[in-house]
């Protein structure tokens, strides 16, 4: 059986004046229904990159230079617009750190619900209410009649976040990215998000692709994560695996750098330097101007991703 | 609040309010008959907290509950509307302008934002000199520029790139030289606003390993802000709760994430994400945020609280001093409810 979305070597290129820089390079990695997946690393890594590659949304000057995405069988890397559009907001949901990319200011939360399932679905206008009122329950949206009513400032940032979910569960996806979506919200709020997507994903079968830097947000609601770094997935495994038992340098730095990680008041481990800049990258592995065990083959040879150890996939000449 | 010998600072029942109010139409009311309201943020609320010489006190809680203004408030930058402020056993507050110079120098802060922090324009040295210049008119410039040379080195930013300018340099290597403004001064006290909060994880490892190394070497007090409390479990000797502008919970970083008492904070706890932690059931909060304009009666927390009781919606509970040393500010911890 097909997964429910299967990336396979996807390179995504920007065309800037200077020549094209390629900011995802060769990334591959499979959901299925219900699964929940976390894509981590630090910023710049292209993790928001890939994620709007799956629902073809990347911002020009970029365009997918190479590989394929398979949606429920289908290969949608190179759909028209019009094609795209029935899947994007449909099947494959976006959740972004910003609510306020998804909504509007001048219009009711109820307005943009009922619009956004028009669009969708050939239905009446009291059906789509009744619909959009089904998901803000779902979401525990505290007086959701009340909300329908409600204009987005007049909510709090942990509310909007809540709408937007609601709002992406409008269609009922089978996907559900979701971009930094409690980077900007209280950690009691996240918490509470985070409950709830991870309920959803239960219930509703719906697979979710968490984009986060917050290795901890990560390994506490997802089953398996991928690391990226330059562009690149440096390790891919199962969460518990990967977060016990990090094999690629770059992941064992980056645990050790969370406080938390190791006693208080202790140094904490530090990766020196920083990651590259795109039209900087090493040649070799990128990783090898900041990792200990960098020999000579890692400036010559680009490791690939391959398995190790306890099912873990990672691109390290010396693992 | 009493300690037995002189902290570095000691913050006494400090309170500032911000009017919003805006402009006479703004604060027309219609409500039975005409009459102007006023609006008042109340971002801090009677805090009253110390900070012992040489130790790091980290003010925690969520975003808007009045952690960067307690900071301004400290520094001289806003006026407090009620309360005490002593540095080094002198009071503070009611400095005038040049009174005020040599604490300047004393106390630093370090902000969030480096961008917007470090002025485009300057070179990393003009940043420097200048402060070094303005508190020590008589140094010669190969003095201040020795001195910008070996802060450079501290911090841990090439002193090679005296000229460049902060774009020039990366999120975190701008963090550094704003630490490195910060220390130019020899200060004893620094009040950094969330100094690692802009910074990906491993750059802030960096960070912190800095700040711990350099408290070490120079002798510094700090009072740390943030919102992540896994960097203020690391980092801290006390930490400080703040909910609504008011102080919840001061105790030892071991009590406070070990035994948490003020039913705030054991939410708050129960809620940081930890890595290779299996899902520890969070606390979930009632309600929603209040905002700092309409301040609950009685206890601030009293609407989201599972414990509260008919006492918490009337009278503001008291800051008690524990048998661990720990402060907190509850009714049910004051009369040992059932807290479970
Ligand atoms: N100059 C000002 N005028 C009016 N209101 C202000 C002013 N400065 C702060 N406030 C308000 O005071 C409250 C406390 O703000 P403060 O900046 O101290 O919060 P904080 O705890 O530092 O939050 P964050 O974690 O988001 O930085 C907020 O409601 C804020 O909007
Ligand atoms: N419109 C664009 N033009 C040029 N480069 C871009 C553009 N959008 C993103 N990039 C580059 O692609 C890389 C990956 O970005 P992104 O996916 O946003 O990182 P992350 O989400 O991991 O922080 C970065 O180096 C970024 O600068
Ligand atoms: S390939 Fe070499 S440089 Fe890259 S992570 Fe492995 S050891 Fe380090
Ligand atoms: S005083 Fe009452 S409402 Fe406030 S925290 Fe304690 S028990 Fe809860
Ligand atoms: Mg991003
Ligand atoms: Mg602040």
Redo the contacts between chains.
């Keep these: 059986m097909p997964s429910l979305l299967e990336v396979r070597d996807l390179e995504v290129k920007f065309a800037l004046r200077s020549g094209d820089i390629t900011a995802i390079d060769g990334v591959s990695f499979q959901l299925d229904p219900g699964e929940r997946m976390g894509l981590v690393g ?2 710049g890594a292209g993790k928001s990159v890939t994620g709007f590659a799956i629902i073809n949304l990347i911002s020009k000057p970029g365009y997918i230079s190479r590989g394929s995405i398979h949606f429920e069988g289908k290969e949608i890397s190179a759909y028209p617009p019009d094609k795209m559009r029935k899947i994007r907001g449909n099947r494959i949901s976006m959740i972004f750190q910003d609510p306020m990319m998804t909504l509007n200011p001048v219009y009711t939360i109820g307005f943009q619900m009922i619009e956004t399932l028009k669009a969708h679905r050939n239905i009446s206008k009291s059906q789509a209410r009744a619909i959009a009122l089904e998901k803000l329950k779902l979401v525990q949206m ?1 007086s959701p009649e009340k909300r329908l009513a409600q204009y987005p400032h007049e909510l ?1 940032g ?2 909007r976040q809540r709408i937007i979910i609601a709002i992406s569960l409008l269609a009922d996806p089978a996907i559900i990215i979701a971009d930094e979506p409690t980077t900007a919200l ?3 709020i ?3 998000i ?2 709830l997507l991870q309920e959803l994903c239960e219930n509703e079968k719906m697979g979710l692709m968490l984009i986060t ?5 990560v ?3 997802t089953e398996k994560i991928a690391v990226m770094y330059a562009g690149k997935i440096i390790e891919y495994g199962p969460t518990e695996t990967v ?2 038992h990090p094999v690629h340098p770059y992941t064992i ?9 190791i006693e ?2 202790k ?6 330097g ?2 590259p800049t795109l039209t900087n990258i090493p040649p070799g592995c990128a990783f090898n101007p900041r990792c200990e065990l960098a020999a000579d083959i890692c400036t010559q040879q680009t490791p690939v991703l391959e398995e190790k150890q306890n099912g873990i996939m990672a691109a390290c000449h010396m693992k | 609040m009493t300690t037995n010998h002189t902290p570095l600072l000691r913050v006494q029942d400090v309170v500032k309010h911000f009017d919003i109010s805006g402009g006479f139409l703004d604060q027309l009311r219609f409500k039975g008959g005409i009459h102007l309201e006023k609006t008042t943020v109340k971002a801090v609320n009677n805090v009253s907290l110390f900070v012992n010489k040489g130790e790091t006190l980290s003010v925690v809680g969520e975003s808007g509950c009045g952690k960067s203004t307690l900071a301004r408030v400290i520094l001289g930058l806003y006026r407090p509307n009620a309360g005490k402020i002593f540095y080094d056993g002198q009071r503070i507050d009611t400095l005038t302008h040049e009174q005020w110079l040599p604490y300047r120098r004393k106390m630093q802060m370090i902000f969030q934002d480096p961008y917007a922090s470090l002025n485009p324009r300057k070179t990393v040295r003009q940043t420097l000199e200048e402060p070094l210049r303005f508190h020590n008119p008589k140094m010669t410039s190969q003095e201040a520029m020795d001195k910008v040379a070996y802060v450079m080195e501290q911090v841990g930013v090439d002193p090679a790139w005296i000229a460049r300018h902060p774009h020039e340099f990366s999120g975190g290597q701008r963090q550094r030289i704003s630490i490195a403004r910060g220390l130019i001064l020899d200060p004893d006290f620094i009040v950094a606003d969330e100094p690692v909060s802009a910074l990906d994880v491993s750059i802030q490892a960096q960070i912190l390993n800095l700040l711990m190394d350099l408290r070490e070497k120079h002798d510094l007090t700090y009072l740390f802000i943030t919102h992540d409390l896994s960097v203020v479990h690391h980092i801290s000797s006390r930490v400080a709760v703040l909910y609504l502008g008011t102080l919840c919970e001061l105790a030892s970083a071991n009590d406070l994430f070990n035994e948490p008492r003020h039913p705030y904070t054991r939410a708050l706890l129960s809620a940081i994400p930890k890595i290779g932690e299996k899902k520890a059931k969070h606390i979930k909060l009632k309600g929603e945020v209040p905002t700092p304009v309409h301040l609950p009666s009685g206890c601030v927390f009293h609407n989201r609280c599972v414990f509260a009781r008919d006492r918490c919606k009337k009278e503001f509970p008291r800051l008690n001093e524990l048998p661990n040393g720990s402060f907190v500010s509850c009714h049910g911890v004051e009369e040992g409810w059932p807290m479970a």
């Design positions: 630090e910023s505290p709090s942990g509310m209280d950690v009691t996240q918490a509470e985070m409950d830097h917050d290795l901890g947000v390994s506490q609601v977060v016990h730095g980056l645990i050790g750098s969370i406080p938390g990680s208080p008041g140094d904490l481990k530090q990766i020196p920083m990651m």
